[in-house]
């Protein structure tokens, strides 16, 4: 089965780790990162958001049928991911800051 839009099979190789619920669970993902696996990432998605926005535009958030969902988790997943390229050199943590754990996010 398929995990994404037909059109967006290419990032298929994305929904092993990153498929995540929570964006505590993205979080904790980004950190047990290497900068050059952030870098792919990165690398992967930002081209594709235009079209990714696009395809997620024709539904309403309410009724994103399963394949539309996991394609908007990995927009988030650059959301996760890409200050850690434009702003932290790659880092997966934020340099010079707080230790990632005494950070959780409430939703």
């Known amino acids: ?8 099979s290419d990032l298929g190789w994305l929904t ?23 870098q792919k990432i990165y690398d992967a998605l930002l081209p594709r958001m235009e079209a990714i926005c696009d395809y997620l535009d024709q539904y309403s958030l309410d009724s994103l049928p399963e394949p539309a969902q996991n394609l908007m988790t990995l927009a ?4 996760e991911v890409s200050p850690s390229i434009e702003v932290f050199g790659g880092s997966p943590s934020v340099p010079f800051g707080f230790e990632p ?3 959780v996010v409430h939703c």
């Not at 089965?1 to 967006?8: D, Q, R, S, T, Y």
């Not at 988030?76 to 959301?79: D, I």
């Open 1 to 8: 089965m398929n995990k994404l839009p037909i059109e967006f």
């Open 16 to 38: 092993e780790k990153w498929l995540l619920e929570t964006e505590n669970e993205r979080h904790r993902t980004r950190l047990a990162s290497t900068p050059d696996e952030l």
């Open 101 to 103: 754990e005494r950070w």
């Open 76 to 79: 988030l997943v650059l959301m």
